[in-house]
């Protein structure tokens, strides 16, 4: 059976790319087959527009991404933002003030740019065991020596703050901590990190408010996802689908569980389910 389905968002990391970052030729036939039967196509991540990979910007028929964990939707035609909700500068500070609680790497997204803490950046292999990421990171963050200062400079809002621990015992105790900061959500999609939005903010609700403006009902947005950023979005959408190897959380409050995402599940599943 077919699931009518007009508009696809997927997550990348743990879900369209594979664990090596990779988009692989038989998922990018697949999307490119999608996009000629009319379906808008889109990544849907926890990464600032300037971390998605060139390949998906650049592909054919790639009209938005849904970035930030729904922070930022951007027009990646034209580069511009059409839909922005963000963390406001005082609660950017106490945020950082939880973080600085615990050995962290620190971030902030300005513009769909990360700014990362220099000195945290230089040691990121006390935070991140995979490789892949880790070279994913060094390549598109900017440093900055003073990630407090950088915030004073800009003194406005923030798409995204991030934190990277050491250990998950440190993150659930600032977990604890960030239960005293009103207005946010907070989520993850790593092992050992915490991602902060504005209240509200989610993938899935960035979707809808697309598919609003395109005249797309909710009922026919079908989303893919793996870690704890995408729960909302499998939950908010039409059709929510998990990964093969998403957490189980996730798989719980899925309509369906595709392949993994070193099995291309994600274009095996909209081949099987959704292209003619």
Not at 52 to 75: C, H, S
Not at 89 to 109: G, K, N, Q
Not at 178 to 194: C, D, M, Q, S, V
Not at 236 to 264: F, P
């Amino acid at each position: 059976m077919k699931i009518k389905t007009r508009m696809i968002g997927m997550d990348l990391d743990g879900t369209l790319l594979t664990t090596q970052k990779e988009l692989t030729a038989y998922t990018k036939d697949v999307l490119r087959r999608a996009i000629d039967q009319g379906i808008v196509v889109m990544p849907a991540t926890g990464r600032p527009i300037a971390g998605v990979p060139k390949e998906l910007l650049e592909f054919p028929g790639i009209m938005y991404a849904v970035t930030a964990n729904g922070g930022r939707i951007v027009d990646v035609r034209t580069g511009e933002t059409i839909y922005e909700c963000l963390v406001q500068p005082e609660t950017a500070e106490r945020l950082m003030d939880v973080f600085e609680h615990y050995d962290t790497l620190r971030e902030i997204y300005y513009d769909g740019i990360g700014y990362a803490q220099e000195d945290g950046l230089m040691r990121i292999d006390r935070y991140l065991d995979s490789q892949p990421m880790i070279r994913y990171m060094l390549s598109t963050r900017r440093t900055v020596s003073d990630i407090r200062k950088k915030m004073k400079e800009e003194n406005r809002g923030a798409d995204k703050v991030q934190g990277l621990f050491v250990s998950v015992e440190d993150r659930d105790a600032a977990r604890e901590e960030l239960k005293a900061i009103p207005g946010i959500e907070a989520t993850g999609a790593l092992e050992k990190n915490i991602e902060v939005n504005a209240q509200g903010v989610n993938k899935g609700s960035a979707m809808v408010r697309l598919g609003e403006r395109m005249g797309i009902c909710r009922e026919e947005i079908m989303a893919f996802g793996d870690g704890l950023n995408d729960l909302r979005m499998i939950r908010e959408v039409g059709t929510g689908v998990a990964m093969g190897n998403a957490r189980d959380e996730v798989k719980a409050a899925a309509d369906y569980i595709a392949l993994s995402n070193d099995e291309e599940g994600v274009a095996r599943f909209i081949e099987e389910y959704v292209l003619d």
